[in-house]
């Protein structure tokens, strides 16, 4: 029987407060059609850009919470992870991986190790490699440059050019079983410091064919939009829509939704108001602004 209701295992940590993460990504996906199956990787008073805030790391638990998914022989359309705490965890995932697998499933990975050219603090090195042996399994991945950089172990503090970037989603589309059809999606690209704008460029590897999508810069930082980002471009994957038009659908709801908030005088470590921009979830894309490289 076909599910009426398309199941995804998400693997992300949560938050009491700030938007990011599950938090983000369940209303999203729910929004879309999907049933969003959340494992709790960390459960968080706050996100980690908040001072002082209690965490549980949830790894002891994980393996006895899958195993009882196990038993309920549930199935999943999806597999989507976001931030892993440790190489364990980056383990537990390829095990789940191995262990649910079934035709037509797609699994993305959001490999988050770093931004603005640094590791994040509770990310070393030895995750970094662990990392790279979860995105040799995925269909889709979503590094930012610095993440790019890392996994590809070159200076992520450069600047880039198209043809470079190009090169690296090549060599990104190179990891893992020789054949696959991976998708490559490198986001917080900045092509060029003249025209006020970032990019997100992508490969798919089944057609050989590169994308563009450019973003006006708004001079706001928001936590939990790269999660947004991800949870979008996944719906719209699963939901049939090309890869540009997916990466399109992303960009435009992230840049509604951070317009939305940016007149506000609010906290930006709040997040983006993702409440005021679920809406445009519902209606007709906009003009498609994609462009073949």
């Not at 003249?194 to 992508?202: I, Q, R």
Request: charged share 20%.
């Amino acid at each position: 029987m076909i599910n009426p209701c398309p199941r995804i295992a998400a693997f992300h940590d949560i938050s009491g407060f700030g938007r990011a993460s599950l938090t983000v990504a369940i209303p999203i996906l729910s929004n879309m059609g999907f049933q969003v199956c959340p494992v709790p990787t960390a459960v968080l008073s706050s996100h980690s850009e908040f001072n002082d805030y209690y965490m549980v790391d949830f790894t002891e638990h994980l393996e006895s919470y899958i195993a009882h998914w196990k038993r309920l022989n549930i199935s999943f359309q999806s597999v989507y992870s976001g931030f892993l705490g440790s190489p364990g965890q980056i383990e537990i995932v390829r095990n789940f991986i191995t262990d649910f697998k079934q035709n037509d499933q797609i699994i993305i990975v959001d490999p988050v190790l770093g931004d603005n050219g640094h590791l994040y603090s509770s990310i070393d090195t030895g995750m970094v490699d662990t990392m790279r042996d979860l995105v040799s399994c995925c269909d889709v991945m979503t590094p930012n440059l610095t993440e790019a950089a890392l996994l590809l172990n070159k200076k992520p503090d450069r600047e880039i050019t198209l043809p470079e970037l190009k090169e690296w989603l090549l060599e990104l589309s190179e990891l893992g079983p020789s054949g696959s059809g991976k998708k490559v999606v490198i986001t917080s690209a900045l092509l060029s410091r003249e025209l006020n704008t970032t990019s997100v460029v992508a490969y798919d590897k089944t057609d050989s064919r590169y994308w563009k999508v450019d973003c006006t810069y708004v001079p706001a930082k928001y936590p939990g939009t790269g999660d947004a980002f991800t949870s979008v471009l996944t719906g719209s994957l699963l939901q049939g829509d090309s890869l540009p038009v997916a990466i399109d659908r992303a960009v435009q709801f992230v840049s509604a939704g951070i317009r939305a908030t940016f007149g506000h005088n609010m906290n930006p470590k709040e997040g983006f108001l993702l409440e005021k921009a679920l809406v445009y979830l519902r209606g007709p894309a906009q003009m498609f602004s994609y462009e073949l490289l």
